[in-house]
């Protein structure tokens, strides 16, 4: 089958997730140079694609402790479209903005308004749903019943950016929803699994506190999707749509 936009941007969101659920591996960056590869093929349509596999590989350099690779495979992002200036204040990042090598690259990023906007929801919603996934491991300690509670997401944004950055940070944040949404799962089918083989087993099994877990669980299930929808990104009708310089580096506080 031959690649298309779609099933590139697929294969980016499956080694995002398997980055996410199973750390750094031989395996992702040898998928991420694939998909380098293959959407440069592509044409003009697929530079996104490029710069979201070369922004990737940076990710995956500056893990390692590799400036030299991470610098490389940035500016090649760059040179591709990529434009998250939010994702490059970001911890890990902090100890390339001394590097002039990073700093040109950086400089040559352009971004509008809208669109920074968006990229300042979108690295904020990650953080988010990660404190979402920490406050229901949480709340499901000693739960009794056999239900599974699904981690809620908010709505992906839906309107035209006006640069790739954007098409890749969203990526990024879909890759994270799953990632968190699978972890969760698992953590809750295990306890579930546990929970009615214990009340198969054990006559002493409290069923009426395992009732009351459920209720309770489903009421959080509700307020955390409620919580989730009532974070849906909201365009400001000033926000500009011209092509400007990113903010300086150094002059952006990473989401909380």
């Known amino acids: 089958m031959a690649d298309t936009v779609t099933s590139l941007a697929a294969r980016v969101h499956e080694l995002l997730v398997a980055l996410g659920t199973s750390g750094p591996s031989a ?3 040898a998928g991420l140079h694939d998909v380098v590869a293959r959407a440069t093929a ?9 710069a979201a596999g070369e922004a990737g590989l940076g990710v995956l350099a500056v893990v390692h402790g590799q400036a030299d690779q991470a610098v490389f495979h940035l500016d090649a992002a760059v040179a591709a479209g990529f434009n998250d200036c939010v994702a490059l204040h970001a911890a890990p990042f902090r100890p390339l903005h001394h590097d002039p090598r990073f700093r040109a690259l950086y400089q040559r990023m352009r971004i509008t308004e809208a669109d920074l906007d968006e990229l300042f929801w979108l690295h904020r919603e990650m953080q988010l749903m990660a404190r979402d996934a920490e406050r229901a491991m949480v709340d499901n300690i000693g739960r009794l019943d056999a239900g599974v509670s699904l981690l809620p997401r908010a709505p992906m944004p839906t309107r035209e950016p006006n ?4 098409l890749i ?4 944040l879909a890759a994270t929803q799953t990632a968190l ?6 953590l809750d089918f295990q306890r579930s699994s546990g929970n009615t083989s214990l009340s198969l087993i054990d006559d002493s099994w409290d069923h009426s506190r395992a009732e009351r877990d459920a209720w309770y669980a489903d009421d959080l299930d509700s307020q955390r999707l409620r919580a989730a929808e ?4 909201v365009e400001r009708p000033a926000a500009g749509t011209t092509l400007l310089p ?7 506080t990473y989401p909380a």
């Open 27 to 29: 395996v992702a960056t």
């Open 42 to 50: 592509l044409g003009p349509d697929g530079s996104w694609l490029v």
């Open 163 to 166: 640069t790739h950055g954007v």
């Open 169 to 172: 940070a969203r990526i990024d």
């Open 181 to 186: 949404q699978q972890a969760a799962l698992k």
């Open 230 to 233: 009532a974070r849906a990104f």
């Open 246 to 252: 990113c903010p300086p580096l150094g002059s952006i």
